[in-house]
């Protein structure tokens, strides 16, 4: 059933972004990975143009299979160009480019992020270790049903890390007992605690945290929140299969 689980997973990846491979050529990719503060501004412009042209109604993709907060609203650039705007960003996926625009707050104030796709390049090729063995080979247990992996059994030389995309340190990669890969952002989330002068209470999910001064979301992430002692945990929500 795991192995079954991981499988799906992995055809979810590739499917949901498009990555059968590398995302693009080097030197089309290093084209679409200038500074992106104006792209983000003019998607913004472009979709409450179209929300306010429709009644309300967002220009997002529907995804299927219940996906976490952070990637359930991706923006559907066929529906704001190029009637708001002319094209796609250089810097989206559509058009060549490493990041998903997504919509978070959708409710209240529906602002206008990024999901690095390098990310899910490499949780797919865990994922793609993770094919060859019937069960996957956990290591330790972080929390309730949150495990480290060992990755020398997968044939990694090396414990494969994200870079972080608000800080630019090394993240690392735990999975779930149902064999899906999280990239786990205690690190970062530590670090922005230190700077709220209002401690979040235990329960409450912190992860908004990272996006007060970013335009990116914590996406492929588990929902955070903090210990008595104000340090960030795991929350104990176990995911079913």
Request: glycine share 6%.
């Amino acid at each position: 059933m795991i192995k079954k689980k991981s499988l799906l997973l992995f055809w979810a990846v590739v499917l949901s972004f498009g990555l059968g491979g590398c995302l693009y050529p080097d030197e089309k990719r290093s084209q679409n990975e200038q500074p992106y503060e104006d792209q983000l501004q003019a998607v913004q412009r472009a979709v409450e143009q179209f929300q306010q042209e429709e009644g309300g109604i967002l220009p997002i993709k529907t995804k299927e299979n219940n996906p976490d907060l952070y990637e359930k609203y991706p923006v559907d650039f066929a529906k704001i160009s190029p009637r708001f705007m002319a094209e796609p960003p250089g810097s989206a996926f559509e058009s060549g480019g490493i990041y998903q625009y997504v919509l978070v707050d959708v409710e209240n104030d529906p602002t206008v992020k990024l999901i690095d796709l390098r990310v899910a390049e490499q949780i797919r090729s865990v994922n793609v270790r993770l094919l060859a063995h019937e069960y996957p080979p956990f290591k330790e247990t972080l929390s309730d049903n949150v495990y480290s992996l060992d990755f020398k059994e997968l044939g990694f030389e090396k414990e494969p890390y994200v870079t972080s995309p608000y800080s630019g340190r090394q993240l690392p990669l735990v999975i779930t007992g149902d064999g899906t890969i999280y990239v786990d952002y205690a690190a970062d989330l530590y670090t922005s605690l230190q700077k709220v002068d209002k401690p979040p209470a235990p329960g409450q999910d912190i992860r908004s945290l990272l996006m007060q001064s970013s335009p990116f979301v914590p996406a492929f992430s588990l929902p955070y929140t903090v210990d008595e002692q104000g340090e960030p945990v795991f929350m104990n929500k176990k995911k079913t299969m």
